[in-house]
C-alpha cells in the first residue's frame, strides 16, 4: 500500500511534527514502553494522521534516530573550524553548541541507548555513527594540541561522555550546577587538553588567554 492511498489521505500534521512528539514521548517511556497512541495523543490527532508518514512505532525511532545522530555529527564537526591557537572562546563556543544539540536531543539520545528497537542493522549503524562521532572529537583534539594522542577515539568518548553527563546532572538533578558553570567548567577542561604549557606556565596565565 503506497502512503498516499485513499485510506490515508494527507496529514494536516507535519512530519517534523510526529518527529518532535516522538522525541518526547521515547524520553519519558523509553522505546518499549511508548505506543502509538501515545504520540498522536501528544499532537491530538486521530492515528490516520500518523501512518500517512510512518508505517509503526519502529519506523518513526529509527526515523528519529537517524535525524538526531546527523544533528549530533553536525554539532561536533564544527570543531574542524577551530583553529591551531585558537582562544578560549571559540573552544566555549563550541561547547553551547553541543549544549544546544543535547537540548534538543540528549534525552532521546541517553534513553535509547538502553531501550532502542531489536534491529541490528539499527543498531550497528548507530554504533558506527558513535564511533565516527567520537573519532573526529579525538582527532581534532590531537590536531589542535600539537600533540600525539594514544588513542583518539577513546579520548573522544571520554569527551563526549563527559559533557553528556554533566549535560544531564545540570537538566535533571538538583546538583548545585548553573549553566554558566557547566560551560566555563568544560571550556576549561577541554581547553586544558589543547593549550600548549610554555617556561612560567601557570594557571592564571592559562586563564588569561582568550
Request: charged residues 25%; proline residues 2%.
Amino acid at each position: 500500500m503506497k502512503l498516499t492511498d485513499a485510506k490515508h489521505p494527507k496529514s494536516a500534521v507535519t512530519r517534523n511534527a510526529f518527529l518532535d512528539a516522538a522525541r518526547y514521548v521515547f524520553e519519558r517511556k523509553g522505546y518499549s514502553g511508548t505506543q502509538v497512541k501515545d504520540i498522536t495523543d501528544r499532537l491530538q490527532v486521530a492515528r490516520g494522521s500518523f501512518y500517512y508518514y510512518f508505517r509503526d512505532k519502529r519506523h518513526i525511532f529509527i526515523e528519529l534516530g537517524n535525524v538526531t545522530t546527523q544533528e549530533a555529527a553536525s554539532a561536533v564537526r564544527s570543531l574542524e573550524l577551530i583553529e591551531i591557537g585558537a582562544g578560549k572562546a571559540e573552544f566555549e563556543a563550541w561547547v553551547r553548541q553541543l549544549f544546544d544539540y543535547l537540548d534538543r536531543a540528549g534525552a532521546f539520545s541517553i534513553r535509547s541507548v538502553d531501550d532502542s528497537p531489536p534491529d541490528a542493522r539499527f543498531q550497528a549503524a548507530v554504533a558506527q555513527v558513535h564511533a565516527e562521532t567520537a573519532g573526529v572529537i579525538g582527532r581534532e583534539l590531537e590536531r589542535l594540541s600539537g600533540r600525539s594522542m594514544q588513542d583518539t577515539a577513546t579520548t573522544g568518548v571520554c569527551v563526549m561522555a563527559m559533557m553528556e553527563r554533566s549535560w544531564f546532572l545540570l537538566r535533571n538533578t538538583k546538583a548545585r550546577m548553573t549553566l554558566e558553570g557547566t560551560i566555563v567548567a568544560l571550556t576549561d577542561l577541554i581547553y586544558s587538553m589543547v593549550a600548549t604549557p610554555s617556561a612560567g606556565y601557570s594557571l592564571e596565565a592559562a586563564r588569561a588567554v582568550d
